[in-house]
């Protein structure tokens, strides 16, 4: 009982890492029906940026901040320099950009901060929980990052739903003809979405860096496992992503835990064929209602 | 209000518009006729903004707008409504009529407008918490319309309003189309393929076959040209 416990906290700890990067894909793909490939480059960049800012202040908090804001720059730029020139056109081309964008910031992060892998400081100790005499798998650290997680998520639907800002952007990637007839300047629109979208895979960045440690491909599995969460949510649904990601996290947590943890790339495959065989579109997906 | 001159507007190698000349008086009701592919839908997507044209002038209140963005044209009070309503089905019915006027940034105005729209159209008030796509065709045409309305627009760029519904239904809409202008003072340039119904409320009519204007005439003297009836009125 006290593994099951160990593992399903654990599971939930992963899972809304993978849920946050599922979250900047799904925010990407219903704006542009774009899958952007490179945000596990963008979110290992913007942790590179994070780890600077807290070796020049030994704030963790400024690093953070500054991850998070570094995520808002990077997506607005590759959204208006990169991928603005090939909206609209083969879906290909957008592939091949943001695969160009891929190789492009891993290789600048290897010339910049180097090749070797570094360790990444955690907000707070990673060390378990003690409860009754026995100490959890699940640490102060973990509580932060389901915490922060689900203020992101949580601040992002409050903000679609709840703001004219909001409206506009859900409007814009619903349909963006008839936002532009409405008065809603769709472009603007894609730039912030990109933004916010990469700024959640950032969060997800300094999430994770602790555990993977910080070097130029070693985010590339959690864009990996972020996209495979997304697509189990639907793809289409930001609830979906944040589902998506913690059903992954708990089934990945049970199988590395029960079984073994070499099994665990082939568990999420083993998952993402069953949910898609029994719901084709994913979890959470509107798609059929989208198409009439 | 809305003067066109000369316009041309082509898909690649097609020729949408081939020359279109046309002017909308203020306050007046213009109806635009013509067969599927007369190119009636490109005339107002070009006046809109959505397509740029590839040679010609329009000018708003003397003012040249040619090929700028729809964005801009629906501040300076034109509204399209789109062929085929061009409702958000994932918005709720709320969310589609705020969305209309949210380019004001007049909070106050936008309340006003909002229950402006809901007394116009009772049945939308109703289902404002719904998701659009639940509406019937009928329904989602009055939410187009109220949409458009909600800024306070000038003129009104109507497409195929009736396309779908049933002919009651459809002279309701031309009536309320007429009414709103009594009351307003909106002017409205009318696509119709209903031609007998766009007609009836009309104050000018113009026919369009295959990128050209044919007829520029008041109502009553196309709908008795039987020679023009036949050929692009369909009645």
Do not use: C
Not at chain 1, 34 to 40: E, R, Y
Not at chain 2, 128 to 136: D, E, F, G, M
């Amino acid at each position: 009982m006290h593994r099951f416990l160990d593992l399903t906290l654990n599971g939930v700890s992963s899972g809304m890492i993978y849920a946050a990067v599922a979250l900047a894909l799904v925010l990407i793909w219903r704006a542009t029906r774009i899958v952007n490939f490179a945000q596990g480059a963008m979110l290992m960049f913007t942790t590179f940026i994070a780890s600077w800012a807290i070796d020049r202040t030994g704030s963790y908090v400024v690093g953070f901040v500054v991850a998070l804001a570094a995520g808002l720059v990077i997506g607005a730029i590759a959204e208006r320099v990169l991928v603005r020139p090939v909206e609209g056109g083969p879906p290909l081309n957008a592939v091949i950009v943001t695969l160009g964008l891929l190789v492009l910031l891993e290789a600048l992060a290897g010339m910049i901060w180097g090749n070797i892998p570094r360790s990444f400081p955690p907000a707070f100790t990673i060390r378990g929980f003690d409860v009754g005499g026995s100490r959890l798998l699940f640490s102060p650290f973990d509580l932060f990052t389901v915490g922060a997680v689900l203020v992101v998520a949580v601040g992002l639907g409050l903000f679609f739903t709840r703001t004219n800002l909001g409206l506009r952007l859900r409007a814009s990637a619903f349909d963006p003809e008839v936002s532009r007839l409405l008065g809603v300047r769709v472009s603007r629109m894609l730039t912030l979405g990109w933004a916010l979208a990469a700024a959640a895979g950032s969060l997800a960045g300094v999430l994770v860096a602790p555990a993977v440690e910080l070097g130029p491909t070693n985010f590339d599995v959690v864009l990996v496992y972020g996209f495979t969460a997304a697509v189990l949510g639907g793809l289409d649904s930001p609830t979906g992503a944040v589902t998506g990601g913690v059903v992954l996290g708990l089934v990945l947590s049970y199988v590395s835990g029960y079984e073994s943890s070499a099994l665990v790339p082939l568990a999420s495959l083993v998952l993402l064929i069953a949910v898609l065989m029994v719901r084709p579109g994913g979890l959470f997906s509107h798609a059929a209602a989208r198409r009439v | 209000m809305l003067e066109v001159v000369d316009l041309v507007t082509s898909y690649g190698a097609v020729r949408a518009l081939d020359g279109v000349s046309l002017t909308v008086p203020s306050g007046s009701i213009t109806a635009v006729l013509g067969a599927n592919g007369a190119g009636k839908s490109s005339l107002l997507r070009t006046i809109s903004g959505l397509v740029r044209p590839r040679a010609g002038t329009i000018r708003l209140d003397g003012a040249d707008i040619t090929g700028r963005a729809p964005e801009e044209i629906v501040r300076l009070g034109v509204a399209h409504v789109p062929e085929g309503r061009g409702v958000i089905a994932e918005l709720t019915v709320e969310e589609n009529l705020r969305l209309g006027g949210l380019w004001r940034r007049d909070r106050a105005d936008q309340a006003t407008a909002l229950a402006e729209a809901y007394e116009l159209f009772p049945a939308l008030e109703e289902r404002r918490r719904r998701p659009a796509s639940t509406l019937s065709g009928g329904e989602r045409q009055m939410l187009s319309l109220g949409r458009a309305l909600m800024p306070r627009p000038k003129l009104m760029l109507l497409d195929e309003p009736s396309l779908g519904l049933a002919p009651l239904l459809a002279s309701r809409i031309m009536a309320l189309v007429a009414r709103l202008r009594e009351r307003t003072g909106l002017t409205v340039l009318l696509v119709e393929q209903n031609a007998r119904s766009a007609l009836s409320i009309a104050d000018h009519g113009v026919v369009l076959g295959l990128g050209r204007v044919v007829a520029a005439e008041h109502p009553d003297k196309l709908a008795a040209d039987a020679g023009l009836r036949h050929a692009y009125l369909g009645f």
